[in-house]
């Protein structure tokens, strides 16, 4: 097998002390466990959309197994056939592969292991350590106990190994209904430990599987599947979140009673990110309720949400490795996230200049008819990429904001009788501003001064402030979706008494407006990512055709995240 390549490679990284996984990982590798191996695995149930959360264990698992030269595996835990569909599996595929990684030939089903753990189960009911129990699902969850209670063993629980045998294979052959019969380890009910409780194994579902068919009627449970799939592609670290420690004694109990290769399960805390909602389940509300257009709404912490957004994989990546790996549960800052992305654009977006919420100026002093081009830079981050040029006309459009008519003192930018620099291009000064009836500023007339254009005398005098702007004759009109947090929550799931998450949307997550570019973008196609100078990053979205483009806006310039780290720095 070949070994995995880092998407990284040539990034600078930073350094930092080793995280506990890690020191885990290197002590087993000084010692000599497994041969010094590492092999580590995602194991997505196909049962939604990734979301940021999963990324988080993706850049986890495969930069571990990247960074001690081992492997990493992509396996689907299909073990429930009611909630899982080929889509997932597709997106799922997709969207591991945009972030970077490859699985090589390494991709598995729990579901191709049904048989080999079909076998494992015979193999504990033959013990005497699982039976076939028929108590319902209600009476099961009475008989447990609670966790500070004992349970009551079932009355099934001391049926013989023939009986227990001839059951479990009949419940195979399809002879019972759902729910009629189910298998259970048999361990201690009345061990402080819930799961340990003669926890389910086997139960019975008549549906079709998306990848089996109708070959089974019984299905392995989450716990009986996961570890036992570990154990078969040889999992040396079994990274998990941390609502799994519990289960790892029943995990352990397994591997010892089957005599199977142990994989060392490590838990580690879930990614949460403050006004974001991380449940698949309520992600799918979201979209099958219509409260965002789809599971790639780019208001979506899903990983497609993101990619249509204007993420890119390695703003993703840098993220994951930022928040680092905790033991205990914590709620990131969705600033860190934004934070990411701008670092990353910030090198890669080209430049443009572009007009949201147009005024019209009209420059008196120059010519009818006459334009020129103007130089910009193409990314200042990357000098080697050169020079754009922007037309340059009497009419042009600025940003409203841009302007006051009667300003307060702490604004520099466009007033009557004020200077500013258009960027790049002439210093103007505004002298008139033209109102409608309803005494409304419909345009501004300026006068430009031809000699502060760059190259020129005058061309480093200095103004307070700099604006953007395009010529209105060769702009042409875009859509731009501008995006608000879905959530108007810090923690979306404090509602009010007898209301939901979905109490907290914020009803302006979505903006949709008209902008207004010259220049830079033909040709861009979907995801394309820009700069429009002072608004913030943008992408086209795929929704683009030709004569009608849409932009999203990724994120805005104000970086809050690097305002909290300096506050946090001086403090
Ligand atoms: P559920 O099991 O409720 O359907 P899930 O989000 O745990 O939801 P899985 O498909 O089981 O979905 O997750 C795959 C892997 O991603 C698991 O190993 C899980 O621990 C990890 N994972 C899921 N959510 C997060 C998160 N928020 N942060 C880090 N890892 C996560
Ligand atoms: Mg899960």
Redesign the pocket.
Known sequence: MKKNVSPDKGNKEEERSLNFIEQIIIEDIRTGKNGGRIHTR????P??YL?I??A??ICLNYGLAIKYNGLYNLRF?DTNPLTEEVEYVDSIMEDVRWLGYDWEDRLYYASDYFEQLYEWAEKLVMKGKAFVCDLSAEEMSTHRGTPTRPGTESPYRNRSVEENLDLFRRMRAGEFANGEKVLRAKIDMSSPNMHMRDPVLYRIIHASHHRTGDKWCIYPTYDYAHGQSDSIEGITHS???LE?EVHRPLYDWLIRELEIFPSRQIE?A???LSYTI????KLLQLVKEGHVNGWDDPRMPTICGLRRRGYTPGSIRYFADRIGVAKRDNVIDVALLEHSVREDLNKKATRVMAVLSPLKIVITNYPEGQSEEIDAVINPEMPELGKRSVPFSRELLIERDDFMEDPPKKFFRLAPGREVRLKYAYIIKCEKAVKNDLGEITELHCTYDPLTRSGLPDANRKVKSTIHWVSQPHSQEVEVRLFDRLFRKENPDDAEEGQDFKSNLNPESLKVTKGYITSGIDGAGALDKFQFERLGYFCVDPDSVPGRMVFNRTVTLRDAWARIGQKNAAR
């Open positions: 995602f194991p997505p149930e049962n939604g979301h959360g999963h988080k264990s835990d990274i998990c979140t799994f580690f879930r990614l949460n991380m449940s698949k389940r």
